[in-house]
């Protein structure tokens, strides 16, 4: 379990330059990680060769898939909220 997830803590969105802000979105969903053992350092088994490569971790004993923790009504199995907006003057921090 990751939380908060590979989402990250906070996703970047917008800057108004006018008003010197920032507008964020922090995210607080959890995933689950599976940790996949690997034949050798450089063959893909978490993504396809047609896919970007994600979590692959070449040159590790281990590859890794992510995926949120959500029920089987596919929701997360956290209460609200997941996502908060957050503002940042640029100016003063």
Request: charged share 15%; with cysteine; net charge negative.
């Amino acid at each position: 379990m990751v939380y908060p997830g590979n989402f990250g803590t906070f996703n970047w969105r917008a800057v108004d330059p006018d008003r010197d802000m920032m507008f964020a979105m922090s995210v607080h969903l959890a995933f689950t990680v599976k940790m996949i053992p690997r034949a050798d350092a450089t063959t893909r088994i978490a993504t396809l060769e047609s896919e970007p490569v994600f979590n692959e971790n070449p040159g590790a004993p281990y590859a890794e898939t992510r995926v949120p923790f959500y029920s089987p009504l596919t929701l997360p199995c956290q209460q609200p909220p997941w996502v908060l907006p957050a503002g940042v003057d640029l100016t003063t921090g």
